[in-house]
């Protein structure tokens, strides 16, 4: 069973980097044809899928978001990290690893969420 934990600060101030991690168990994050992405939903709003981490550690961001996101991975610790940078009140939402098989695979396995919120 594949299982994903988020974890990281649940308050960032204005213009500091946002930092999360997702800690992977059940399969290796390089087996594969597997992809981890970070999916966010703002207070109100619908998903909105941030980026991914392949099986192969190329990556892919949403470009509304690509200037201000990295994703990396800790193969040791079967980890993938999201870091967001200069974040505004607006970066506030529950945050989400996931993971898909695939180029076109459905979310199958997702993290419980963690809310972070930016605030002074």
């Known amino acids: 069973q594949v299982q994903l934990q988020e974890s990281g600060p649940g308050l960032v101030k204005p213009s500091q980097t946002l930092s999360l991690t997702c800690t992977v168990s059940?399969?290796?994050?390089?087996?594969?044809?597997?992809?981890w992405s970070w999916i966010r939903q703002p207070p109100g709003k619908g998903l909105e899928w941030i980026g991914y981490?392949?099986?192969?550690?190329?990556?892919y961001y949403s470009p509304s978001l690509k200037s201000r996101t990295s994703i990396s991975r800790d193969t040791s610790k079967n980890q993938f990290t999201l870091q967001l940078s200069s974040v505004t009140p607006e970066d506030t939402a529950v945050y989400y690893c996931?993971?898909?098989?695939?180029?076109?695979?459905?979310?199958?396995?997702w993290g419980q969420g963690t809310q972070v919120t930016v605030s002074s």
């Open positions: 981490i392949a099986y192969s550690g190329s990556t």
């Open positions: 996931a993971h898909n098989e695939g180029d076109y695979g459905s979310y199958d396995y």
């Open positions: 059940g399969c290796s994050i390089t087996t594969n044809y597997y992809y």
